[in-house]
């Protein structure tokens, strides 16, 4: 084996390493390129560095991700969430089950306006988990609906997985909200339904909640709730998704007009004041720094192994997996389950994804189709123990008798049924591709 593809492999190994004893992700992307890019070729390889981080950063596309993020930080600072939960808990509570139910279809809304599956998960942790855990709802299904809820915004759009696949993998930013709204819809329902069918197998996991509770908010109060908290992010939702998959809007436009929209939704329900303006603005900027930091760092990194012949290398790899496309797409998301379990979602998006992508595009892979495949299995990343940081995020805001072991316990069914949603769009690919191809994306 060639010298070089030998630093390639180290290269790569020593990234997991410095990951796995706590360097920062974006320290040792760059850690781990600078140090063998310069093994291998000196300081003249990063003559082409520059470029590169210019191509990126000056990348018009990306500009909608700090207006996306702004839009969900802004719903999430101004508490939107508190009284569309009571609303939601109001109308469905009467159902077995009704409860964890609407906790899915915030999760869901939270998910398509505020992408942040720490906000949504923290928010729904706090507003319903000591209320369900209260009116009887077995502990793990608690935990287990709220985690899975939460993580619904990495697949339903406006998602920030899609806009950074859209760049890696070269595609519309537009089609892939398109590809990835019926899948994202998909899941809502599986997650649901499962809770629906536990109503019924097992009822006293899931109680109703009582009559003369929901007798207590009159019904003319309920509907003024409704069309005050319930239908301004909805129309927000509509507006800035439609515009980008309508063709109306570029993607960076339509993100101008929901960061724009998201501080008018906040304004309509009283909750807009000038401490929420600046954090929203703070927590943006510490997001988004984060976010830009991680990719310029994998410049260096992507720079270095490709100039090591690890392109090529993965190349003559990957040729032995039986099976052409299928077992490619087949071993490329068993891969990123498994680093799921370890690392995040965006340190997979920049080492596997890009390595993969010359495969793909030689095998005939519909990107798009893979996209939305990737971002369905990224999606599990955030519930695998031990270091899922949904789990994390409830451990922090969950009563005291909820242990870490209910909220492992609880998550894995639902990890179970967003691998089935993943089934379902590998099985039959027009769940993904015949919004795309209606509306002539």
Same mark, same amino acid.
């Given at each position: 084996?060639?010298?070089?593809?030998?630093?390639?492999?180290?290269?790569?190994?020593?990234?997991?390493?410095?990951?796995?004893?706590?360097?920062?992700?974006?320290?040792?992307?760059?850690?781990? =390129?600078?140090?063998?890019?310069?093994?291998?070729?000196?300081?003249?390889?990063?003559?082409?560095?520059?470029?590169?981080?210019?191509?990126?950063?000056?990348?018009?596309?990306?500009?909608?991700?700090?207006?996306?993020?702004?839009?969900?930080?802004?719903?999430?600072?101004?508490?939107?969430?508190?009284?569309?939960?009571?609303?939601?808990? $109001?109308?469905?509570?009467?159902?077995?089950?009704?409860?964890?139910?609407?906790?899915?279809?915030? =999760?869901?809304?939270?998910?398509?306006?505020?992408?942040?599956?720490?906000?949504?998960?923290?928010?729904?942790?706090?507003?319903?988990?000591?209320?369900?855990?209260?009116?009887?709802?077995?502990?793990?299904?608690?935990?287990?609906?709220?985690?899975? /809820?939460?993580?619904?915004?990495?697949?339903?759009?406006?998602?920030?997985?899609?806009?950074?696949?859209?760049?890696?993998?070269?595609?519309?930013?537009?089609?892939?909200?398109?590809?990835?709204?019926?899948?994202?819809?998909?899941?809502?329902?599986?997650?649901?339904?499962?809770?629906?069918?536990?109503?019924?197998?097992?009822?006293?996991?899931?109680?109703?909640?009582?009559?003369?509770?929901?007798?207590?908010?009159?019904?003319?109060?309920?509907?003024?709730?409704?069309?005050?908290?319930?239908?301004?992010?909805?129309?927000?939702?509509?507006?800035?998704? =439609?515009?980008?998959?309508?063709?109306?809007?570029?993607?960076?436009?339509?993100?101008?007009?929901?960061?724009?929209?998201?501080?008018?939704?906040?304004?309509?329900?009283?909750?807009? /004041?000038?401490?929420?303006?600046?954090?929203?603005?703070?927590?943006?900027?510490?997001?988004?720094?984060?976010?830009?930091?991680?990719?310029?760092?994998?410049?260096?990194?992507?720079?270095?192994?490709?100039?090591?012949?690890?392109?090529?290398?993965? $190349?003559?790899?990957?040729?032995?997996?039986?099976?052409?496309?299928?077992?490619?797409?087949?071993?490329? *998301?068993?891969?990123?389950?498994?680093?799921?379990? +370890?690392?995040?979602?965006?340190?997979?998006?920049? *080492?596997?994804?890009?390595?993969?992508?010359?495969?793909?595009?030689?095998?005939?892979?519909?990107?798009?189709?893979?996209?939305?495949?990737?971002?369905?299995?990224?999606?599990?990343? +955030?519930?695998?123990?031990?270091?899922?940081?949904?789990?994390?995020?409830?451990?922090?805001?969950?009563?005291?008798?909820?242990?870490?072991?209910? *909220?492992?316990?609880?998550?894995?069914?639902?990890?179970?049924?967003?691998?089935?949603?993943?089934?379902?769009?590998?099985?039959?690919?027009?769940?993904?591709?015949?919004?795309?191809?209606?509306? =002539?994306?």
């Amino acid at each position: 084996m060639p010298y070089t593809e030998i630093l390639a492999i180290l290269c790569i190994l020593s990234f997991f390493v410095l990951l796995f004893v706590g360097v920062p992700v974006a320290l040792t992307l760059a850690i781990s =390129g600078f140090f063998f890019g310069w093994l291998g070729f000196g300081t003249g390889l990063f003559n082409l560095l520059p470029a590169r981080i210019y191509g990126v950063t000056a990348n018009y596309t990306l500009i909608a991700i700090p207006l996306f993020v702004f839009m969900g930080v802004m719903l999430e600072k101004s508490r939107m969430a508190d009284e569309l939960m009571e609303v939601i808990g $109001h109308i469905a509570g009467g159902l077995r089950g009704g409860m964890g139910l609407g906790i899915v279809f915030v =999760g869901m809304l939270m998910g398509a306006t505020t992408g942040i599956v720490g906000a949504t998960i923290v928010t729904l942790g706090l507003l319903t988990l000591p209320t369900l855990l209260r009116r009887g709802y077995d502990k793990s299904l608690a935990c287990g609906t709220i985690c899975a /809820s939460g993580t619904l915004g990495q697949l339903i759009p406006p998602s920030t997985v899609l806009i950074l696949l859209a760049d890696i993998l070269g595609e519309s930013v537009g089609t892939l909200f398109a590809a990835a709204m019926m899948p994202g819809l998909v899941l809502t329902a599986i997650l649901g339904a499962y809770i629906l069918i536990i109503g019924v197998v097992s009822p006293d996991k899931v109680p109703p909640i009582p009559l003369d509770e929901r007798r207590a908010l009159p019904t003319r109060v309920l509907i003024v709730k409704v069309l005050k908290v319930g239908l301004p992010p909805i129309a927000l939702v509509i507006a800035v998704l =439609g515009s980008i998959i309508g063709g109306i809007a570029a993607p960076t436009e339509a993100a101008s007009m929901g960061a724009l929209g998201s501080i008018l939704v906040a304004a309509i329900a009283g909750r807009l /004041s000038r401490q929420t303006l600046i954090d929203t603005v703070y927590s943006t900027a510490r997001i988004t720094a984060m976010m830009f930091f991680i990719l310029i760092c994998s410049q260096v990194f992507a720079l270095s192994f490709r100039g090591l012949g690890g392109e090529r290398l993965v $190349h003559d790899a990957f040729s032995l997996v039986p099976g052409g496309a299928t077992g490619l797409m087949l071993f490329m *998301i068993a891969i990123i389950f498994v680093l799921g379990f +370890f690392i995040e979602w965006i340190e997979i998006s920049y *080492i596997v994804v890009p390595m993969f992508l010359p495969l793909m595009q030689a095998a005939g892979v519909d990107l798009v189709w893979a996209a939305v495949l990737i971002a369905t299995i990224l999606q599990t990343s +955030f519930l695998t123990p031990p270091f899922g940081w949904a789990l994390f995020y409830l451990r922090g805001v969950a009563p005291p008798e909820v242990t870490t072991l209910d *909220i492992y316990k609880g998550v894995i069914p639902f990890i179970g049924l967003q691998l089935l949603a993943l089934a379902l769009v590998f099985t039959f690919p027009g769940v993904a591709t015949w919004l795309p191809e209606a509306i =002539g994306w």
